[in-house]
């Protein structure tokens, strides 16, 4: 756990410093984020491998599988090194139907603190975000009462920090009302950048923001310009997307995820790549 990640590691809290690239635990799940891996055993070991490459963050919910990716995250790394930090996110569920509907219910919260709790074998979660929004976009309204929740729990020890997900500046500042927050995790990546003022909040206020899907959404001209890039350095162009990142803002936090140990490997290669001031700026016409 001694290795030295690109990006070095962010001090969110007093008790809580966690390394810039994270580990992303969606796809360690089935197809569609349902029921166990193609392959278990190389999921335990991509787990394994995170640490041992120097990863201390990562992300997760028991409603990936569901409940499929925390038992792997259990049977694979606990009992957990002392610098390692699972995040966790509540606030929906899976239907039969593979749905994600919403579970914001103060019991829902409740229920679904207390199975991650279990799932992971912790006495105390490191960071629960709150999942409010849309699939990308935030929703219109109030987070007091859901957030509420959560600090109860915060409160009673089952759970030292939170955070959000998927919501609006406002909704952030209602839930600062409420209780320090530490973390935000939004859609933002090279090509879908209307975050960007609230990237920059939060690196002002020292709060880490969690883009996902850093390659979602990018149209075919973007994408020239990105492969144009990313051939000129002699890498991936997801590679060029995540060294982008971790260029953007001194507080973001990555957590891009796989079942491939390569895949792991080259993610955690791409995030050292230094984008030259050409680059930079060629990569900035992208969100235009």
């Known amino acids: ?25 969606m ?63 509540v606030g929906a569920r899976r239907d ?11 019991q829902e919260l409740i229920t679904a603190v207390h199975e991650n709790l279990e799932r992971l074998g912790l006495d105390a979660l490191d960071i629960v975000n709150l999942r409010v929004g849309g699939l990308f976009e935030p929703t219109t309204g109030s987070i007091a009462e859901p957030f509420s929740v959560l600090a109860e729990l915060q409160h009673q020890g089952l759970i030292r920090h939170l955070g959000v997900s998927v919501v609006s500046p406002e909704q952030l500042t209602e839930a600062q009302s409420i209780a320090p927050v530490v973390c935000v995790q939004n859609f933002y990546n ?11 909040r939060c690196a002002r206020e020292r709060i880490g923001y969690t883009p996902f899907f850093p390659l ?18 002699g ?13 953007r803002s001194p507080t973001i936090l990555l957590i891009p995820g796989t079942s491939s140990l390569a895949h792991l490997r080259e993610n955690v290669e791409g995030a050292g790549i230094v984008l030259p001031r050409d680059a930079l700026e060629e990569l900035d016409t992208i969100s235009l």
Do not use: C
């Open 190 to 200: 090279l090509a879908n950048r209307a975050d960007d003022k609230l990237v920059d």
């Open 1 to 25: 756990m001694s290795r030295q990640l690109p990006g070095g590691n962010l001090k969110l809290a007093e008790d809580l410093t966690v390394s810039r690239v994270g580990f992303g635990a």
């Open 96 to 106: 039969p139907d593979k749905s994600w509907p919403r579970a914001l219910s103060r």
């Open 235 to 247: 890498a991936a162009p997801f590679q060029i997307a995540l060294a982008w990142l971790l260029h």
């Open 27 to 89: 796809q360690l799940a089935g197809p569609e984020v349902w029921g166990p891996p193609k392959d278990r055993n190389q999921a335990i070991a991509v787990l394994r491998e995170a640490v041992e490459l120097g990863i201390t963050h990562i992300d997760t919910s028991d409603y990936y599988g569901p409940y499929v990716v925390n038992e792997l995250i259990r049977e694979a790394l606990h009992p957990y090194p002392d610098q390692l930090h699972i995040a966790t996110k």
């Open 216 to 233: 979602g959404g990018f149209n075919p001209l973007q994408s020239d310009v990105l492969d144009r890039v990313a051939s000129r350095l």
